[in-house]
């Protein structure tokens, strides 16, 4: 697994934003995260080692992880950043976005119904942005789908979403952060239950700061997190 992070910074749209981890780290260090700056990495994909092969070698890539691809602030870099990823095929492009509306901007004139190397993943904290996000993401023209409910604000409905068939994969979780909100271990039953149901994979990546089991109320260090998701053993 790579990172390739071609812009930084994002502005807040959602309650999933409030306790942002990217806002966190750059308060350390006195930085604004709400201003969008390309950064030194923009060209990862086609950068070279001193031996001609590409430095990220293979597997997956998850972009933009300390912004939103699709973020308004950065349309003008987004078509060399597409440029780059139709040059890659042999990566896969892992791109997860709350502004699933602007999908269409910047857009390359070869999308087509898709490229198989590119995963687009709708966040959805709540059922309300489920409703809004998610009608949206399955009418567009995209070949790999996948839902991420994290950090997951309350019980989310995502039947009428996995029954089209169109979503590959849910990932949910808790919020990390001092401030971190509650994570209800039914929450996280209730959407594993639908994707059973739906014949969908389902992850569950981390318990979050905040977690509640069977009435009873853990705070859980920030080094546990994801081993105690693991430990639940409910991934499918």
């Known amino acids: 697994m790579d990172i390739w992070d071609p812009w930084h910074g994002c502005h807040k749209i959602s309650e999933g934003?409030?306790?942002?981890?990217?806002?966190?780290?750059?308060?350390?260090?006195?930085?604004?995260?709400?201003?969008?700056?390309?950064?030194?990495?923009?060209?990862?994909p086609l950068r070279r080692s001193r031996d001609g092969s590409f430095k990220l070698s293979g597997g997956t890539v998850f972009t933009c992880m300390t912004s939103d691809f699709f973020v308004s602030e950065a349309d003008e870099w987004?078509?060399?950043?597409?440029?780059?990823?139709?040059?890659r095929r042999d990566l896969h492009f892992h791109i997860i976005t709350k502004r699933i509306d602007r999908f269409y901007v910047s857009l390359p004139a070869d999308w087509g119904e898709g490229w198989d190397h590119v995963?687009?993943?709708?966040?959805?904290?709540?059922?309300?942005?489920?409703?809004?996000?998610?009608?949206?993401?399955?009418?567009?023209?995209?070949?790999?789908?996948?839902?991420?409910?994290e950090p997951i604000l309350g019980r989310i409905d995502l039947?009428?979403?996995?029954?089209?068939g169109k979503i590959e994969q849910v990932t949910c979780?808790?919020?990390?952060?001092?401030t971190a909100r509650?994570?209800?271990?039914?929450?996280?039953?209730?959407?594993?239950?639908?994707?059973?149901?739906?014949?969908?994979?389902?992850?569950?990546?981390?318990?979050?700061?905040?977690?509640?089991?069977d009435g009873r109320l853990y705070r859980i260090p920030r080094s546990l997190q994801l081993s105690q998701a693991r430990k639940a053993n409910i991934d499918l």
């Open 119 to 149: 995963t687009i993943c709708s966040t959805c904290e709540d059922q309300e942005n489920a409703d809004r996000r998610l009608p949206v993401m399955l009418s567009l023209p995209i070949k790999h789908r996948e839902v991420i409910c």
């Open 173 to 178: 979780g808790g919020e990390s952060g001092s």
């Open 182 to 213: 509650l994570c209800d271990y039914d929450w996280i039953l209730f959407l594993r239950s639908q994707c059973q149901t739906a014949g969908v994979r389902f992850y569950f990546k981390q318990t979050g700061a905040l977690f509640r089991k």
């Open 159 to 164: 039947s009428p979403y996995l029954a089209s």
């Open 17 to 44: 934003c409030r306790n942002c981890y990217m806002y966190r780290r750059d308060a350390e260090f006195g930085k604004d995260s709400s201003v969008v700056t390309r950064t030194k990495s923009f060209d990862l």
């Open 78 to 87: 987004r078509h060399e950043a597409w440029d780059m990823i139709r040059a």
